[in-house]
């Protein structure tokens, strides 16, 4: 299994990345595959707070567009989440919406 850290999903998203092509097909060959593929909880925070934060970017990724994101991630099914509960998404998302 291999599991994914913030900056891959960060390149992944922000197509301003000089990494974005190789990180973009990275997750999508992961994504679509039947292969375990994972990402640590705490990673998703992470990308979130980065791709948002206009101190790093400008102009940031907007907020129901990063949310868009970690959403189109979770709905791979070989995906594995390293860490919390299924439970935590739903209740961060409603937290921070």
């Known amino acids: 299994m291999i599991a994914v850290d ?6 992944a998203h922000r ?3 000089p990494f974005h092509e190789r990180a ?3 997750i999508e ?3 679509g595959g039947r292969a375990a593929w994972a990402i640590p ?3 998703l925070h992470e990308f979130y707070a980065i791709v948002t934060h206009p ?8 907020l129901e567009n990063a949310l868009d994101q970690i959403d189109a991630w979770l709905e791979s099914p070989s995906l594995v989440l390293l ?8 209740l961060l998302r409603s937290l921070v919406e």
Request: proline share 15%; glycine share 2%; charged share 15%.
């Open 6 to 11: 913030t900056n891959l999903l960060v390149y």
């Open 15 to 17: 197509e301003d990345s």
């Open 24 to 26: 973009y097909a990275c």
């Open 29 to 31: 060959q992961m994504a």
């Open 41 to 43: 909880w705490p990673c």
């Open 55 to 62: 101190r790093i970017y400008s102009p940031p990724t907007p």
């Open 83 to 90: 860490s919390e509960s299924g439970e935590h998404w739903p």
